[in-house]
């Protein structure tokens, strides 16, 4: 714990719903101290606990202090936590999912490697079917433009243009496949 941690920790607001609460009993006799944590629904029965689990000597001890007990007491220490790129290799490492990389100092990716360069080649594909299919939605309305005029315009279905999107589009198509 920091130091406003601890200025900040009340025990007593902590314990108060608690059944059991932690008491840090001291006793005393002769000028000895003894001081355990008891457990106890209140402080007069931690009281009586202490007195009756004391190694000193019962019939002249003394409990002179009674406190609840801190996380200090409690043998708690302070753990920082960890960062969210500590927690994402932690968890890349738990659950075995390969190579960590850092493409952006505020962006960690995280995942199969095969599956991360299977998506990959499928964006890729997608990408290269779109203009695939662009290019023959501009040919089929090309098409449909001239299929009114067959007197006026010649016929596309054979032409130049009609022979290299057909070819451009097979090669997308087979590149994608």
Excluded at 49 to 68: P, Q, Y
């Amino acid at each position: 714990m920091t130091a406003l941690d601890k200025a900040q920790f009340d025990a007593a607001l902590y314990w108060a719903d608690k059944p059991i609460k932690k008491f840090v009993c001291t006793v005393r006799e002769a000028g000895r101290f003894e001081t355990r944590i008891y457990g106890a629904t209140c402080s007069d029965r931690a009281a009586e606990l202490a007195l009756e689990n004391t190694e000193l000597n019962r019939d002249s001890a003394v409990v002179v202090e009674m406190r609840l007990a801190t996380p200090e007491d409690l043998g708690c220490v302070p753990a920082l936590m960890p960062s969210v790129k500590e927690k994402m290799l932690a968890f890349a490492a738990h659950h075995q999912l390969g190579e960590v990389r850092l493409d952006n100092p505020a962006q960690l990716l995280i995942g199969n490697l095969p599956a991360i360069a299977a998506v990959n080649a499928l964006k890729e594909q997608h990408g290269r079917l779109c203009s695939a299919l662009v290019d023959c939605l501009a040919v089929m309305n090309e098409c449909e433009k001239h299929q009114n005029f067959p007197k006026t315009f010649a016929n596309p279905v054979g032409g130049l243009g009609w022979d290299a999107t057909i070819a451009a589009a097979r090669l997308l198509l087979k590149g994608g496949v």
